[in-house]
Each structure stands twice: as structure tokens, then as C-alpha cells.
T-cell receptor, first 113, second 110 residues
Framework: NAGVTQTPKFQVLKTGQSMTLQCAQD?????MSWYRQDPGMGLRLIHY???????DQGEVPNGYNVSRSTTEDFPLRLLSAAPSQTSVYFC????????????FGPGTRLTVL | GQQLNQSPQSMFIQEGEDVSMNCTSS?????WLWYKQEPGEGPVLLIA???AGELTSNGRLTAQFGITRKDSFLNISASIPSDVGIYFC??????????WGAGTKLIIKP
């Protein structure tokens, strides 16, 4: 199993550009989520999904969209990038929503100029 | 949103020393989790605690779920160089969402 994979590893955008961060897992996990990590702060939940076709907002959803058309993939879209979205983004998956162990991808380091 | 207070923010220790860090919350959690993050990687689960008062070990790591369900601590005994990294606590609420502490950065002096 590859586990949770994320692409790209690094990305630089200009303000106003849009892009999609990819996330995939091959463990048939029901639950997937996106977090952002900023210096001196814990991980903050952006969006999550409890199964294909179901998504919901987390703590900091503004400026981001997600979709879950398959169990395996959970892309995160930035509609119009802003400097405040400069961060490290982590995708995670968990076998089921009521589980406890989330498996994290290696992260995407995004810089918005 | 909910906040977890994790302390200390960073620790400079000598190899072989014991380490202690803790998290407190104003809210009750059903589960406490401790993760470790190494540079360029995502966090990895170290220990999960499910019951108030529970004390669980994983090798040199020991963690406890506070009796009030509002706090947890993690101890690392006889630290070694590969223990360096950032340690995060996380509380799982009744909706199964994780609330994260800001992390404790462990640095081992040569």
C-alpha cells in the first residue's frame, strides 16, 4: 500500500490564481480530511468527508472547496489564492469516521505571493 | 473554536534525559491522542487513550488520560537523538473531530 499520497510537494502561486491539491489513499478508508498547519499553531481542519459523495466544513473552510467522487480521492481546490493561504497542507484518512488513528500524507507546502 | 493548551512550546534536553509535556483543555474529550511529526513528514500516531485515568506505554513513551478528561501528559524516558521532532496532542470530541495542540518541539543537545 502507498498509504496517503499528496501532490504536489511544493507549489508557488500568485494571488488570485486557482489550483487543486491532490490527495489519494489506497487503504479503502471511509474518512478523509484536509488540514492546514501554520507556524506555532496546531493543525486546523479545513474540510472533511465521511464517505464518497459526502463532504462537510471544518474549522477554516473559507476559500477552499472539496469533492469526494470516489472513496480513494479527495482533492482540495483553492478558488482564488490569497497570501493568507500560505501554509503546509496535510491530507489524512481514517478507516472509519468513529476511528481514532488518522494516517497523514507527506504534505504540500504552498506559498502564495 | 476549541483550543488545546500544549506546553512547553519547545524543549532543549541532553540525550538520556527524561521529557515531559502536557495538554489541557477547557472541554471534555472522549479520546486523547499523541502524535509525532518529523521534518517534511505528516504526523504519526504514537499513543491513543480512551478512558479517563488510563495510563498507556509504547516503549519509552508513557501517556495518561487525565481523570477530569480535560488533560493528558506524555513522558519520554531516556531520550535518544531520534526522538527529535514536534509532538502534538489532540483531543477527539463527541463528533469524532480532532482538536490539536500547537505542538512541543523537542531538540536534543549533542
Amino acid at each position: 500500500n502507498a498509504g496517503v499520497t499528496q501532490t504536489p510537494k511544493f507549489q508557488v502561486l500568485k494571488t488570485g490564481q486557482s489550483m487543486t491539491l491532490q490527495c489519494a489513499q489506497d487503504m479503502n478508508h471511509e474518512y478523509m480530511s484536509w488540514y492546514r498547519q501554520d507556524p506555532g499553531m496546531g493543525l486546523r481542519l479545513i474540510h472533511y468527508s465521511v464517505g464518497a459523495g459526502i463532504t462537510d466544513q471544518g474549522e477554516v473552510p473559507n476559500g477552499y472547496n472539496v469533492s469526494r467522487s470516489t472513496t480513494e480521492d479527495f482533492p482540495l481546490r483553492l478558488l482564488s489564492a490569497a497570501p493568507s493561504q500560505t501554509s503546509v497542507y496535510f491530507c489524512a484518512s481514517m478507516i472509519q469516521t468513529s476511528g481514532t488513528e488518522q494516517f497523514f500524507g507527506p504534505g504540500t507546502r504552498l506559498t502564495v505571493l | 473554536g476549541q483550543q488545546l493548551n500544549q506546553s512547553p512550546q519547545s524543549m532543549f534536553i541532553q540525550e538520556g534525559e527524561d521529557v515531559s509535556m502536557n495538554c489541557t483543555s477547557s472541554s471534555i474529550f472522549n479520546t486523547w491522542l499523541w502524535y509525532k511529526q518529523e521534518p517534511g513528514e505528516g504526523p504519526v500516531l504514537l499513543i491513543a487513550l480512551y478512558k479517563a485515568g488510563e495510563l498507556t506505554s509504547n516503549g519509552r513513551l508513557t501517556a495518561q488520560f487525565g481523570i477530569t478528561r480535560k488533560d493528558s501528559f506524555l513522558n519520554i524516558s531516556a531520550s535518544i537523538p531520534s526522538d527529535v521532532g514536534i509532538y502534538f496532542c489532540a483531543g477527539q470530541d463527541s463528533n469524532y473531530q480532532l482538536i490539536w495542540g500547537a505542538g512541543t518541539k523537542l531538540i536534543i543537545k549533542p
